[in-house]
């Protein structure tokens, strides 16, 4: 009852305007919280939950994944009580957001005063970098919040309210408790509240005590003995090393990573960044003489420091891991060094006064956030939402038997998320083109298909602008399309001329079925439309499909060429090149090409081929465009059906 007696009493000693900007922190994060689709990490954890045992979430949804169990066990549960909707998943998130604002200003006010406390929460609150990570269901806000808690219960363990160099003699049992319980949730999270959580417990070891060393000791033992049950899928995930490297798709962070990343901190706004300059030069010349640089100013920075150096030399050395939310962690401690130096100054100004700088400080992040960053008018994640909704919406106006769905994402779960909630349950008839046998079934599909119309989609995937190439080899019509961020769709027509967005006929159009021709290289046993075809052999080394003169007084600037051909060879071609190459005087000024083998991969049948080669729009006229076959390790396939069409730059 003492206890809760304190902490009652505790509160109500806060200034007021720390409810006030707790009051906008719960705002911003509340408010818009499921105006955006679950984003793709959120739809992954979501889908590593749909097992009916613990065992089995351990298992398959968290071994495979690059992050701790905590918080994939913590949905598991919730979710079972409270259903997968967007926003009873996020509500937990967005809270721990707001706990967090609180937190950051008991251990500013703790490590250095009232005005740090204030100042350092008025940012965390109105800034968009730690809004952004409230409002969706990861482990960010969660290991913000516990990260925070940690530190603030440290404090508590090691330093007297007055004096930030003394330490305690001793300390409570309850704060030593919610010190390992923080400590061990935030290793739990992330392995980045894990390392910032491993750099708290060795700073105490600089300012503990000799009497209490014992018992920080012995809590550093439980934090330990706490992880065990862990440390199976820790040594897995370490053994992974990272998400980029060839395997992954993070690659290592440029030389000025550091610089984007405080500017992005800061909404990206130069009048902010100036706020956060005027006012960290302005308390240290208010406080000059009464405010000294000490041990506890240079460890908070290191917190902020240290994760980050470490995360960067890894990047580098070992395997990219990088990332601007790996770094919400460490964010608060770079608020609490900047605003450090305004401990000493709570009574410079007369009393109504004494809070204006931390009201102005609100007011300019809240501002910036909203209307300079356009926060709540922009996409943040790639959009799933949507796309079940048009898809839905198509299928209701075409009819589902005339609509042939493809959509590219990493599972199933990520867009019938969306879909059931409209009670469709309807599949789709490609999920994923990443691999070469799943983009050989999609080659397939789009040859084989008779339906009328096809809807592709695509979610936090490459759009590769072969597919579209592909599609268009057989619908030739894009009637409806759209794209957000990373993700988007278009639906496709054979038999709706009428409505064509993006119809254009071509420049020049090359076709060769090589059934008039007499050229020795023309094999008469075999074709795919006809009953000849072009062989290429051990004879053969190049097969000379077409030129295009691409003249200096040629009015209309080229755009691209788009080639598709078929193909048969007995055995799956190793090294069989389609070249498209541009020369001025003999000269080559640019040369591509793919292999065959990309889409012939069935022995013994005929088989489509694309390329589209997009024209650089400073390439000098005056050269010539040659197609041709390269046979250089001179193996046997036989080429059909050539069309080779020439398009403008302008659509």
């Known amino acids: ?92 998130f967005a809270i721990l957001g707001v706990a967090s604002v609180l937190i950051i200003y008991l251990l500013g006010k703790k490590l250095f005063g009232t005005n740090t406390g204030l100042l350092a929460a008025a940012a965390l609150a109105g800034l968009q970098f730690p809004l952004l990570y409230s409002q969706i269901a990861r482990p960010y806000s969660a290991g913000l919040f516990f990260v925070l808690s940690a530190a603030y219960f440290w404090s508590r363990i090691l330093f007297r309210s007055n004096d930030k160099q003394a330490i305690k003699a001793d300390a409570s049992w309850y704060d030593l408790m919610l010190f390992v319980i923080f400590i061990s949730l935030s290793m739990y999270t992330h392995y980045f509240s894990m390392l910032q959580a491993g750099l708290i417990c060795i700073a105490g070891l600089f300012f503990v005590d000799k009497k209490l060393l014992p018992k920080y000791l012995a809590a550093g033992l439980v934090i330990a003995l706490l992880y065990i049950p862990h440390l199976k899928i820790f040594l897995h995930h370490i053994s992974k090393g990272g998400i980029g490297g060839e395997a992954g798709w993070l690659g290592p962070p440029e030389s000025g990573f550091l610089d984007s990343y405080l500017r992005w901190t ?180 789009i040859d084989a298909t008779q339906k009328p119309y096809l809807f592709f989609s695509w979610s936090n995937m490459y759009d590769d602008p072969i597919y579209s190439q592909v599609i268009q080899s057989k619908y030739y019509c894009l009637i409806d399309s759209a794209n957000y961020l990373n993700s988007g769709f278009r639906l496709y027509s054979r038999v709706d001329s009428n409505n064509c967005l993006n119809f254009q006929d071509p420049l020049y159009h090359f076709y060769d079925g090589f059934e008039s021709n007499d050229s020795k290289m023309i094999d008469s046993s075999i074709g795919y439309s006809g009953t000849t075809s072009l062989l290429m052999n051990e004879a053969r080394e190049y097969g000379f499909l077409t030129e295009y003169k691409y003249l200096d007084v040629d009015e209309i600037q080229l755009g691209r060429i788009d080639i598709d051909l078929r193909g048969y060879a007995q055995e799956v071609p190793a090294n069989v090149l389609l070249v498209v190459a541009y020369e001025i005087d003999r000269e080559t000024e640019d040369w591509q090409s793919i292999g065959l083998r990309d889409f012939i991969f069935h022995g013994s049948k005929w088989q489509k081929a694309y390329m589209r080669y997009t024209i650089d729009q400073g390439l000098k006229k005056g050269g010539v465009f040659k197609i041709y076959i390269w046979n250089e390790k001179k193996e046997n396939i ?14």
């Open 266 to 445: 800061l909404n990206d706004s130069n009048t902010l960044l100036w706020v956060f300059i005027v006012m960290f030069f302005g308390y240290i010349l208010l406080n000059k003489g009464k405010n000294h640089l000490k041990k506890i100013h240079i460890v908070v920075f290191l917190f902020f420091l240290l994760p980050f150096a470490i995360a960067y030399y890894y990047s580098i050395h070992v395997n990219p891991v990088l990332q601007y939310s790996i770094l919400l962690f460490s964010f608060p401690f770079l608020l609490l060094t900047l605003f450090s130096f305004a401990s000493t100054s709570d009574n410079i100004f007369e009393n109504r006064f004494d809070r204006l700088p931390v009201m102005v400080l609100l007011i300019a992040c809240v501002f910036s956030t909203i209307n300079e960053y356009q926060y709540y008018q922009q996409a943040h994640f790639s959009e799933f939402r949507d796309l079940a909704k048009r898809s839905v919406e198509i299928n209701s106006k075409y009819g589902e038997e005339n609509v042939a769905r493809v959509i590219n994402i990493h599972a199933p779960y990520y867009i019938h998320h969306y879909l059931d909630d409209h009670d469709n349950r309807r599949s789709f008839d490609i999920y994923r083109i990443q691999t070469e046998i799943e983009k050989h079934n999609f080659y397939e599909f």
């Open 638 to 651: 036989n080429i059909d059906d050539v069309n080779i069409k020439f398009y403008s730059s302008r659509l």
């Open 1 to 92: 009852m003492n206890l809760l007696k304190n902490i009652r009493s505790s509160f109500l000693e806060q200034p007021s305007i720390l409810w006030l900007i707790l009051f906008i922190a719960a705002f911003l994060r509340f408010h818009g919280l499921t105006a955006f689709s679950l984003s793709n990490d959120e739809l992954s954890a979501l889908s590593r939950l749909q097992f009916e045992s613990i065992a089995d979430v351990i298992e398959y949804g968290v071994y495979p994944d690059f992050h701790p169990a905590g918080i994939q066990l913590f949905l598991y549960f919730w979710t079972g009580l409270f259903g997968n909707s967007d926003l009873f998943v996020r509500i937990p």
